[in-house]
T-cell receptor, first 117, second 110 residues
């Protein structure tokens, strides 16, 4: 079956450009997460959606980061006025459950590698 | 913020050797998860441990959750090149997100 897909897989942006990263979760999964993974580090939580509702955006590093999931399926992470420190892999994960985070099985996409020059 | 420290950071071994990697915290976790991540891919869940002292086996991989639920270990028996990857542990930070360690990067040489 189809897993979580992300596009583009690679994105090079000049500093100051806006970028949009897309996530297609597994069909029917109600929960969707975005993570940022810097080189040599583990993923760091950015934001969480339950269907179309953004329930937690506490991990977004600045107001230049914005995420949406308007119809409760596809999600877009937008970064405005990109900076070099935004260079990282952006991972999307979806889950069929609404339960506690620790018991929730998350299915990750392959990520989008963003390089800001 | 509950931090997870993983050790060692890097591990390079020969095929057939055994190894153990660790995930430690000063905080108590209701559960911990272990993931493996290969280059260019997202993490894949290997196991979730929930009960203090719990031991779970997945083929040649043995996962243990500490009695106090502050630490966990992953033991691999007779490592194979296919085991190469980044091993991440993660625990719930709140109801919404998982907190990941920095990972152990394992290389198994043929």
């Amino acid at each position: 079956g189809a897993g979580v897909s992300q596009s583009p897989r690679y994105k090079v942006a000049k500093r100051g450009q806006d970028v949009a990263l897309r996530c297609d979760p597994i069909s029917g999964h109600v929960s969707l997460f975005w993570y940022q993974q810097a080189l040599g580090q583990g993923p760091e939580f950015l934001t969480y959606f339950q269907n179309e509702a953004q329930l937690d955006k506490s991990g977004l590093p600045s107001d230049r980061f914005f995420a949406e999931r308007p119809e409760g399926s596809v999600s877009t992470l937008k970064i405005q006025r990109t900076q070099q420190e935004d260079s990282a892999v952006y991972l999307c994960a979806s889950s069929p459950s609404l339960g506690l985070a620790g018991h929730r099985e998350q299915y990750f996409g392959p990520g989008t590698r963003l390089t800001v020059t | 913020t509950q931090l997870l420290e993983q050790s060692p950071q890097f591990l390079s071994i020969q095929e057939g050797e055994n190894l153990t990697v660790y995930c430690n915290s000063s905080s108590v976790f209701s559960s911990l998860q272990w993931y493996r991540q290969e280059p260019g891919e997202g993490p894949v869940l290997l196991v979730t441990v929930v009960t203090g002292g719990e031991v779970k086996k997945l083929k040649r991989l043995t996962f243990q959750f500490g009695d106090a639920r502050k630490d966990s270990s992953l033991h691999i028996t007779a490592a194979q090149p296919g085991d190469t990857g980044l091993y991440l542990c993660a625990g719930p930070n709140n109801n919404n997100d998982m907190r990941f360690g920095a990972g152990t990067r394992l290389t198994v040489k043929p």
